[in-house]
């Protein structure tokens, strides 16, 4: 069975703070992993990672993906209040039409 | 160039009356995909529709729901006969060509009575 699992469930850290964001999964013909964050509502997109080892990077936000070992991590340094969000890993499979399975999220909170 | 837009944000339904969801993709997006969120729970598949076509339904109750994406016209999430257990924030997502990047609407919150 496909499955995304996400830790840790939650996390509350002080601003400035470096946090890392786990996401492991079991998906048929893997084509890609996405990160997104979620304020309040609509889910916005981070990153889209398909190739082993190689960093994407946005400010301060970076994620990697090991293949091998299947699981992603999404690293956020020198934390804001604004980073305050739920963060979903979605893995995306080849096969069949609904191959997007998201996991939990991750539900950070950042106390000033 | 407006992105996913759903509406209404928040929809208050008794139990037995019916719940009608509407999402409209960004422009140029054929694709649409709707979801379901439950507290603490993640995002789960329910229906995806390309223009007057479901291509993959396996994610929505066999009974009461139904989802339609016509010619002319946003996407429509139909629930008849709302019981409790469907109370759930209610996600659109569009894409031009399926699948990978997704842009999400703002949601709908349905609560029932």
């Known amino acids: 069975e496909d499955k995304v699992v996400q830790s840790p469930l939650s996390l509350v850290v002080h601003e400035g703070d470096t946090v890392t964001l786990n996401c492991s999964y079991e998906?048929?013909?893997?084509?890609?992993l996405l990160w997104y964050k979620q304020e309040k509502k609509a889910p916005t997109f981070l990153f889209m990672l398909?190739?082993?080892?190689i960093e994407k990077k946005s400010g301060r936000l970076s994620s990697i993906l090991d293949k091998k070992e299947l699981f992603s991590i999404l690293n956020i340094t020198a934390t804001q209040t604004g980073d305050s969000a739920i963060y979903l890993c979605a893995v995306e499979s080849q096969t069949g039409a609904n191959n997007l399975f998201f996991g939990t999220g991750t539900r950070l909170t950042v106390i000033p | 160039n407006a992105g996913v837009m759903q509406n209404p944000r928040h929809l208050v339904r008794r139990r037995g009356q019916e719940a009608r969801l509407r999402c409209s993709p960004m422009k140029g997006h054929s694709h649409v995909y709707w979801y379901r969120q439950l507290p603490e729970e993640g995002l789960k598949f329910m229906v995806y529709l390309q223009k007057e076509n479901i291509i993959d339904e396996s994610g929505m109750p066999k009974e009461r729901f139904s989802a339609e994406f016509p010619k002319e016209g946003p996407s429509i999430l139909r629930i008849q006969q709302v019981v409790r257990g469907d109370s759930a924030a209610y996600f659109c997502?569009?894409?031009?060509?399926?699948?990978?990047?997704?842009?999400f609407g703002s949601g709908t919150q349905l609560s029932v009575l």
């Open positions: 398909t190739s082993s080892g």
């Open positions: 997502a569009s894409s031009p060509q399926g699948r990978q990047k997704l842009f």
């Open positions: 998906v048929t013909n893997f084509r890609s």
